[in-house]
């Protein structure tokens, strides 16, 4: 365990950040799974109000610094390639 004062500092500002940036990254990952359930049951309309959501909350993720900007907009270009497949395949 940490002795000196600045240790015991640098472990409760550790703790806070690991807690925030779990937070973050649980928003992001849960509307990206909500966008991948709609899919799967065809209900390309509600993956489509669900994208701005998904997409603000992941770059507010990275803006927070929880993840790297780069893996924030890979998110984002993967899950609307998605919902862009499935409304192309449908209108076929």
């Known amino acids: 365990m940490a002795h000196t004062r600045s240790a015991k500092k640098r472990i409760r500002q550790a703790?806070?950040?690991?807690?925030?940036?779990r937070?973050?990254?649980?928003?992001?990952?849960t509307a990206i799974k909500r966008i991948t359930e709609?899919?799967?049951n065809k209900d390309i309309e509600?993956?489509?109000?669900?994208?701005?959501?998904?997409q603000k909350l992941?770059?507010?993720a990275?803006?927070?610094?929880?993840?790297h900007k780069n893996e924030a907009a890979r998110r984002v270009s993967?899950?609307?390639?998605?919902?862009?497949?499935?409304k192309a395949s449908l209108s076929q």
């Open 62 to 67: 990275a803006a927070k610094g929880a993840i």
């Open 23 to 29: 937070y973050h990254i649980s928003r992001m990952k």
């Open 46 to 54: 509600t993956a489509e109000k669900l994208l701005p959501l998904a």
């Open 38 to 40: 709609a899919l799967k």
């Open 78 to 86: 993967r899950i609307y390639r998605k919902v862009n497949a499935a």
């Open 58 to 60: 992941a770059y507010r």
């Open 15 to 21: 703790e806070k950040r690991r807690l925030l940036n």
